[in-house]
């Protein structure tokens, strides 16, 4: 069974930084791609940052330069590196994973449990 475990939400500081951490366990052939996604509620879950296998990066608009993902193959693992935190970004964050599986050979989508991120004075 596959479980993504995300670490590192909590209270920061408009202006303030804060690392988010998420590593998948279980039994994995390969992992595709990870990424990070947020929800606000009354909103869809929106796309923050993801990374593939070949280091290929995507980000959002509103990232703007201030959120940095990164990844440890060796791990499956993945980070998202936040910077000048606004009190727009709270929301919770959900790591997500495109990867295959032992049991099977095509690749499906998993989630994590999502951390509260939350930006005030």
């Known amino acids: 069974q596959v479980q993504l475990v995300e670490s590192g939400g909590g209270l920061v500081q408009p202006g303030g930084s804060l690392r988010l951490s998420c590593a998948a366990s279980?039994?994995?052939?390969?992992?595709?791609?990870m990424g990070w996604y947020r929800q606000v509620p009354g909103k869809e879950r929106e796309l923050v940052a993801r990374?593939?296998?070949?280091?290929?990066?995507r980000y959002a608009d509103f990232v703007q330069g201030r959120f940095t993902i990164s990844r440890d193959n060796a791990k499956n693992a993945v980070y998202l590196q936040m910077y000048s935190l606004k009190p727009e970004d709270t929301a919770v964050y959900f790591c997500?994973?495109?990867?295959?599986?032992?049991?099977?050979?095509?690749?499906?989508?998993?989630w994590g449990q999502g951390t509260q991120v939350t930006v005030a004075a």
């Open positions: 279980g039994s994995i052939r390969q992992v595709t791609a």
């Open positions: 990374i593939r296998g070949d280091d290929n990066t």
């Open positions: 997500h994973a495109a990867l295959v599986p032992v049991s099977c050979w095509h690749p499906a989508a998993y």
